[in-house]
């Protein structure tokens, strides 16, 4: 009897423990599963029937669902393999090669930076100015002007250099399709075809507001006119891999090179890589055990998100949305909300991390040079300055007529041109006189 109420005790003791365990996992699932598509019923119930006729400022919005919320990581990297992919044709890459824009190192972390904050400026501000659908005419205190003067500074810059129009046509090939079939490789969830829609439809606004000629119709034509593309153009050539090696040193650099780590990485990055892309990029082979690592690694990540992860409670944003106000009412400049080692437009650090940093560059962790300094331009940045160092102080007032032609109104409030400090005054002067 005494066994028999042992183990009655025993078992009524372990049960209950067990039970609730499995209640309270259970339950956590459903709240994941539960919330993790809150935000997706409710796109897709607002955008119901309207996949033929988004407009592009309602694809913006869609797009923000993945972008933002339920993949931004994602798809940050996909758009950069898109950047990435376009070294592939021979073309962009010896244009890139022979202005050393990507082909000299000292370059490389630069141009990766602004051509990150401009993509970012176009997908995250408003394409129309305003988030509730307004058109320009509709102009407020609220009216943000940047997604337009992303774009005129881009094809500003653009037109410095002499770039075909299928060049141009097949990189917006890949600003809508690497983010697609990333998603759907690597992510949690696929895009629904609304999304899928979204991002044709924003991203051939861009496309117009860029000059892109000859647009396919619709989002099948464009994948048949971008793989044909492809097989006609993607072809191996040195400056593909001169200036793909330099990208994926500058995506890497946070990675030591003792015991091999560096190495192991850039591997990965190639497993990651198209055949087609490898083979243009001069890049070998790698053994099928590395290939069934990285796509075990992301099967395993996805799984984990769809699962256990609750979906973010605030959007993941490289630029921010609001206007920052300086108190001593200078002109406003921005900073990313995230950097590579090399730390372009980082504020100086104040107080506590002002010691941690100098800490960290003492024992040797940082190098001096990779702090917020002002050759790293720690004042931050405007977007009628980016670009190349020697373009720095040119074609402001030209990028700003070319938004007000974008936008349909001039370009008023804190993001217009303001009368610029004497110094910079004399610093545009002898860059002008340099070009």
Known sequence: MVVLAYSYVDTWCWYPKTTIALILILGYLSFVRALRWRRYREVHHKYAGRIHSLT??????????????????LVTIALSFALFKTYAIPSISDLLFRTRQLGAKENVSRRYTDTEILISTWVTCPISGKFNFAGPSE??????????????????????????????????????????????????????????????????????????????????????????????YMVPAAT????????????????????????????????????????????????????LLAMGATQVAALFQRH?????????????????????????????????????????????????????????????????????????????????????????EETMRIAAELQGCPVTGPWSLRPRPHHHSRSASASRASL
């Not at 309602?58 to 933002?68: K, N, T």
């Not at 990208?247 to 190639?270: M, S």
């Not at 490289?318 to 504020?347: I, L, N």
Request: proline share 7%; glycine share 6%; hydrophobic share 35%.
């Open 56 to 73: 592009p400022a309602e694809a913006q919005q869609i797009i923000h669902l993945s972008s933002q919320w339920d993949t931004p990581a």
């Open 308 to 396: 256990c992860l609750l979906p973010r409670r605030a959007p993941s944003l490289f630029v921010k949305y609001d206007t920052p106000k300086p108190k001593d009412g200078s002109e406003p400049r921005m900073h990313p909300s995230r950097y590579a080692q090399r730390p372009w437009y980082k504020p100086k650090q104040r107080g506590f991390g002002a010691f941690i940093e100098k800490f960290t560059v003492t024992i040797g962790l940082v190098r001096p040079e990779d702090v917020a300094l002002p050759r790293n331009k720690c004042r931050g940045y405007r977007l009628e300055e980016l670009g190349p160092e020697r373009f720095e102080h040119s074609g402001h």
């Open 240 to 291: 593909n891999h001169a200036v793909a090696q330099l990208t994926v040193d500058e995506l890497l650099c946070f990675a030591p090179e003792k015991y091999g780590i560096k190495n192991f990485l850039q591997r990965i990055v190639v497993c990651l890589l198209e055949t087609r892309v490898r083979v243009a990029m001069i890049y070998e082979e790698q053994p099928w055990y590395l290939h």
């Open 139 to 232: 102009k407020g205190e609220d009216f943000d002007p940047r997604c337009a003067i992303a774009i005129a500074r881009t094809n500003w810059l653009h037109s410095k250099y002499d770039i075909s129009n299928d060049d141009y046509l097949y990189t917006l090939c890949l600003f809508i399709f690497e983010p697609i079939n990333w998603i759907a490789r690597y992510g949690w969830r696929e895009l629904s075809e609304l999304e899928k829609q979204a991002y044709y439809v924003f991203w051939v606004e861009v496309g117009n507001r860029m000059g892109i000629k000859d647009i396919p119709e619709s989002l099948e034509d464009l994948e048949r006119w971008s793989l044909k593309y492809e097989e006609g």
